[in-house]
């Protein structure tokens, strides 16, 4: 059981570029989540999936994109990286059941925009 | 809406001191309330979570806090600082009738002086 994985661990970009940040979880967990981390500022949810075939925006969705294909990955997309992107990803899944369940995280991904 | 207050973005203590962690919420409908911690460089981990069993939760490594409703505050504890305990904090809100977005607080780091 790995839980929730995320790769790249490390990635540097230059403006412009386009990449997927990899999340899977072997939980059979239906919601799964990204986020962004930045100083001072905990964690912003950018999108969130309460199932396969479903996605919907959280608080900072600009810039990003997600699919839900299966129910155990779910990929993050930057459409055309721009510096203020640069941040520390973590990808969470939880049971779907109720609000009792805490969420559980990936290692991140650490991202530089140049 | 939701919202999360953690009332220091940095505390320190001497190691054998007593940690208090504050945290106060703000939520429309009963809330789920949990504490993660994040050691420099890693995910996130789960503490505790309250989930209106109990008002008193005990987590791992010796921390506790306490759901306390007329003061909408859910202060983390622990009697006596250890080393190891020197991480970022984070106090984070799920409503029960709304659980597919998470709130997280900006987060406390906390310091253990030897």
């Known amino acids: 059981n790995a839980g929730v994985t995320q790769t790249p661990k490390f990635q540097v970009l230059k403006t412009g570029q386009s990449m997927t940040l990899q999340c899977a979880q072997d939980m059979n967990h239906e919601y799964m989540s990204w986020y962004r981390q930045d100083p001072g500022m905990g964690l912003r949810l950018i999108h969130y999936s309460v199932g396969a075939g479903i996605t919907d925006q959280g608080e900072v969705p600009n810039g990003y994109n997600v699919s839900r294909s299966t129910t155990e990955d779910f990929p993050l997309r930057l459409l055309s990286a721009a510096p203020s992107q640069t941040s520390v990803y973590f990808c969470?899944?939880?049971?779907?059941?109720?609000?009792?369940?805490?969420?559980?995280f990936g290692p991140g991904t650490r991202l530089t925009v140049l | 809406a939701q919202s999360v207050t953690q009332l220091d973005s940095h505390v320190s203590v001497s190691e054998g001191t007593p940690v208090l962690l504050r945290c106060n919420y703000s939520s429309s409908y009963s809330p789920s309330l949990f504490w993660y911690v994040q050691h420099p460089n890693k995910g996130l981990q789960l503490l505790l979570k309250?989930?209106?069993?109990?008002?008193l939760v005990k987590g791992i490594n010796g921390f506790e806090a306490e759901f306390k409703k007329s003061e909408t505050s859910f202060h983390l504890t622990k009697p006596s600082a250890h080393m190891s305990d020197a991480a970022e904090y984070f106090c984070v809100v799920r409503t029960k009738t709304s659980y597919d977005k998470v709130i997280f607080g900006p987060g406390t780091s906390l310091s253990v002086i030897p």
């Open positions: 969470a899944s939880s049971p779907r059941q109720g609000a009792y369940n805490e969420q559980f």
């Open positions: 309250y989930t209106s069993a109990a008002t």
